[in-house]
């Protein structure tokens, strides 16, 4: 062998994916990531033209590393830079565009109720909804059987909420009460907690402290309830038309009133922050799984702002038109969201800007519930019915 003339090194799988990897980064932006890559695993070779798209074994990984990263079997390792948000981020986004924003519906159920709220249980194998006609819709997922409580609210209600890891089901009302039910015998009504002196719009568990309920009123009032023992623990002047505890630890409230979002620490009971942007009333918001984004919408547009560096708008989408009245992320793929409109369900990625529209209902998608157990999306609408996507 000629030593001047030394044989090219045949590229080992590990080689053909450390290429496709780097390019993948290039395309997406992530020109840093990029080159920080390059260096590290030494790729210096560029995808042929045969292989522009990554197909097969690059694919294949996208699909295996997903549900392994994100069911915390493969716990990435921490870093100084943002290379592993980055990374999360391409894990969720191709895998959602590479499956063609795939939501199909799986069954349907007529509740014969303008419906405006719904919510999964913890384990998905439930799912209520309430609207006009004043009684719980309830869902069992397993058997796609259903059931109307015989008992009812005086009004109207106006949002439902399961207690996190039980049966318990809370329900909010303009008739200023809040019941709470046992989901699994439809027809019994537990106790009424009573106190609000105004309609009750909006209702939220602590996700810790699973016996502790918040609710407002029309009187912006927050009520905080221990609903072990139906009675009052303190109430608070901070508005709300919508309250959420902040996922995992509870130890932060969102608070929407009229335009404005309000992050109180509910163990002073102090703003923390403050999310100002909307044009319009506010009129549904939720967390992501980490308590680090919190997203919401009016009818002009849908946004998605950042906790950690409150008050920024990370990104924004105009309804045009379409009206948007709720959103979840999605249950699936943690960085795109589910926004519901007039007859529509949108799904977004911020990141990129991609929308896929979906054909949901006949009437406005007035309410989304998301299961990560079962990685299921409810909607419901003034058609008065409940709609199962996955």
């Known amino acids: ?204 568990f602590h996700p810790m402290e699973r016996e502790v309920l918040c609710s407002s009123d029309s009187f912006d009032v927050i009520e905080m309830w221990n609903v072990n023992q139906g009675v009052r623990i303190k109430n608070v002047m901070a508005g709300g038309q919508i309250i959420r505890f902040q996922p995992r630890f509870g130890r932060f409230l969102a608070v929407a009133n009229g335009k404005i979002i309000n992050i109180f620490d509910v163990q002073i009971w102090r703003i923390q922050g403050r999310l100002e942007g909307h044009v319009n009333d506010v009129l549904a918001m939720c967390w992501d799984s980490t308590g680090q984004m919190i997203a919401s919408v009016s009818e002009d547009c849908a946004r998605v702002w950042s906790v950690v560096v409150c008050g920024y708008c990370m990104h924004q989408l105009p309804s045009n038109g379409k009206r948007f009245q709720s959103i979840v992320f999605h249950p699936r793929y943690p960085n795109v969201l589910v926004i519901g409109g007039f007859q529509c369900m949108e799904v977004w990625i911020p990141e990129t800007g991609d929308i896929y529209s979906i054909h949901a209902h006949n009437g406005s998608v007035s309410g989304l519930a998301a299961s990560t157990q079962t990685q299921c999306i409810a909607s419901v609408s003034s058609d008065e019915c409940v709609k199962i996507w996955k």
Request: proline share 6%; hydrophobic share 35%.
């Open 1 to 204: 062998m000629d030593p001047s003339h030394p044989t090219p090194r045949i590229l080992t799988h590990e080689d053909i994916f450390r290429i496709h990897l780097y390019d993948y980064f290039r395309k997406r932006g992530f020109n840093q990531t990029a080159e920080a890559f390059r260096r590290e695993g030494e790729v210096t070779k560029q995808p042929s033209a045969d292989h522009d798209v990554p197909q097969g074994m690059l694919r294949d990984f996208w699909g295996l590393f997903h549900d392994i990263y994100f069911s915390n079997q493969l716990p990435l390792p921490a870093s100084s830079n943002q290379a592993p948000d980055l990374i999360g981020s391409i894990m969720n986004i191709p895998r959602m565009v590479r499956d063609g924003y795939s939501m199909h519906f799986l069954a349907g159920f007529p509740s014969h109720d303008r419906l405006v709220s719904c919510q999964f249980s913890s384990d998905g194998s439930i799912l209520a909804s309430g609207g006009l006609g004043k009684k719980v819709f309830i869902c069992y997922t397993n058997t796609c059987d259903s059931v109307t409580t015989l008992e009812s609210h005086l009004d109207p209600i106006s949002e439902v909420c399961f207690q996190p890891g039980s049966a318990l089901l809370a329900t909010a009302s303009y008739d200023k009460t809040v019941k709470l039910w046992d989901a699994t015998k439809p027809g019994r009504l537990l106790y009424n907690l009573i106190g609000h002196n105004g309609w009750v719009k909006s209702l939220d």
